[in-house]
């Protein structure tokens, strides 16, 4: 499986941005879908978005459409996650998490987001 390692968390006031990234080690990343999910303190962890292979469709969870952008890097094997508008309800560990047909699910060990209002 592949392996999977987040960055970019960190803290940030209401309204603030920041990118997350999920880079990859194996050089086939592009025939991954990649997604990111989020678990707040107490609560299940949600899905936020993804990304697939091919046109690259996105999809994104309600609470995070228009403020969130997924996108992939496939030279770079890295999926980034621009959050902006960020409100304190975003606060959560951010994970990725990859699929391929054959391989299963494969997740990263999570990046802490912040928002304080």
């Known amino acids: 499986q592949v392996q999977l390692v987040e960055s970019g968390g960190g803290l940030v006031q209401a309204g603030g941005s920041l990118r997350l990234a999920c880079q990859a080690s194996?050089?086939?990343?592009?025939?991954?879908?990649v997604s990111w999910y989020r678990q707040a303190p107490g609560k299940a962890r949600e899905f936020v978005c993804r990304?697939?292979?091919?046109?690259?469709?996105?999809s994104y969870a309600a609470a995070v459409k228009d403020r969130f952008i997924i996108s992939r890097d496939n030279a770079k094997n890295t999926v980034y996650l621009e959050m902006s508008s960020l409100k304190p309800e975003d606060t959560a560990v951010y994970y990725c998490?990859?699929?391929?047909?054959?391989?299963?699910?494969?997740w990263g060990q999570g990046t802490q987001v912040t928002v304080s209002s």
């Open positions: 194996k050089g086939t990343f592009s025939l991954y879908w």
């Open positions: 998490q990859a699929w391929r047909v054959g391989e299963g699910i494969s």
């Open positions: 990304i697939t292979t091919n046109d690259g469709t996105t």
